[in-house]
């Protein structure tokens, strides 16, 4: 009975720490080396945020929170042409525009070698933006 009891008080702890990522944020695009945007997965854990890229032959990038030097939000909305509207009532639809919300993260950090590297973080859904700017409040935001 004693043993059980003291094995339900340690289970808990065992637990919490098996528990590293902080949130994961699905469906985004990233951006590294300027010119290859990929969709991605982004998960903050606890020392490090870590992008995954599930539909590219690359695996994944991993950056330290130490190695943050600077990050900074914006958001811009675009205007576009209907093109689906246009496509299901015909040659009409193309008087129509749409608004488009972009989200975008910036992460300067340095790489493993000392280099300065950039991070883009692209997406459309608002509701990444306070758990991200959350997350990052630790690192010095560049206005």
């Known amino acids: ?5 003291s094995f339900a008080f340690a289970a808990p702890m065992l637990h919490q720490n ?15 080396d300027v010119n ?10 606890r020392r490090w945020l870590k992008f995954y890229f599930p539909r ?6 991993k950056i330290f929170y130490r190695d943050i030097i600077h990050w900074n939000y914006s958001d811009a ?16 639809g193309l008087l129509f525009k749409k608004v488009e919300h972009m ?3 910036t992460i300067v950090y340095e790489d493993n070698f000392g280099d300065r590297r950039v991070a883009i973080l692209d997406f459309d ?6 758990p991200m700017k959350a997350l990052l409040s630790d690192v010095a935001e560049v206005n």
Do not use: W
Request: glycine residues 4%; contains cysteine.
């Open 36 to 45: 290859q945007k990929f969709p991605c997965n982004a998960s903050f854990f």
């Open 56 to 61: 590219t032959g690359r695996t994944s990038e």
């Open 1 to 5: 009975m004693l043993l059980g009891t």
């Open 103 to 105: 989200h975008v993260f």
């Open 125 to 130: 859904d608002k509701q990444y933006v306070q």
């Open 18 to 32: 098996s528990a590293h990522a902080a949130e994961e944020f699905r469906d985004l695009y990233c951006l590294f």
């Open 77 to 92: 909305s675009l205007i576009k042409r209907d093109y689906d509207l246009a496509r299901r009532i015909g040659v009409i």
